[in-house]
C-alpha cells in the first residue's frame, strides 16, 4: 500500500513538473543580428567595427582621399600649373593668338591642325602624320 501511494504521488509530482515546464515554454522565433537581414539597423557600427578589427587585408593600391598630404597636394597642384601654362604659352607660340578664331593649317610636331568654320561650329581636325590616324573635334557656336 505504501508502494502505491508512493507511485501515486510519484505519478502526480512528474505530471505536475511536466505541466510546469509545458507551461513556461515558448515558440523559438529567430531575429537576425545583421541589419542586412533585417536585424536592429544601430547594430551596424558594431558589427562592421568587427570585421574591420579582423580584416587583415590592406590594399596598398587604396589611396585614403582622407588622409593626403598636404604639401604633396600643393606639389601637384603647381606642378599641373606649371604644365598648363608652358602648354598655353608652347602653343600660343607655335599657332599665334588668334589661330583658332583665323583658322587655317599648320603642323605642330608630328601632328597637323585644321581649323575651319563649318555648319555646326568650329571644325578642329588633328591629323597624326606618323600613323595617318585623325581626330576631329567640333566645338559649337552659341
Known sequence: MRNKI???ALLVMSF???GMIQGAAQDLVYKPVSPTF???ALNYNGLISMANAQNGFTDP?????????PLEDFNESLQ???LNQLS???IGGQLGDNFLSEGGVTQVGNFQVNVSEGL?????????LNNG???QLTIPFF
Open 6 to 8: 508512493l507511485h501515486s
Open 16 to 18: 505536475w513538473v511536466l
Open 38 to 40: 533585417g536585424g536592429d
Open 61 to 69: 593600391n587604396l589611396v585614403d582621399p582622407f588622409n593626403r598630404d
Open 80 to 82: 599641373r600649373q606649371i
Open 88 to 90: 598655353r604659352e608652347l
Open 120 to 128: 555646326e561650329g568650329l571644325s578642329v581636325i588633328l591629323t597624326d
Open 133 to 135: 590616324g585623325t581626330t
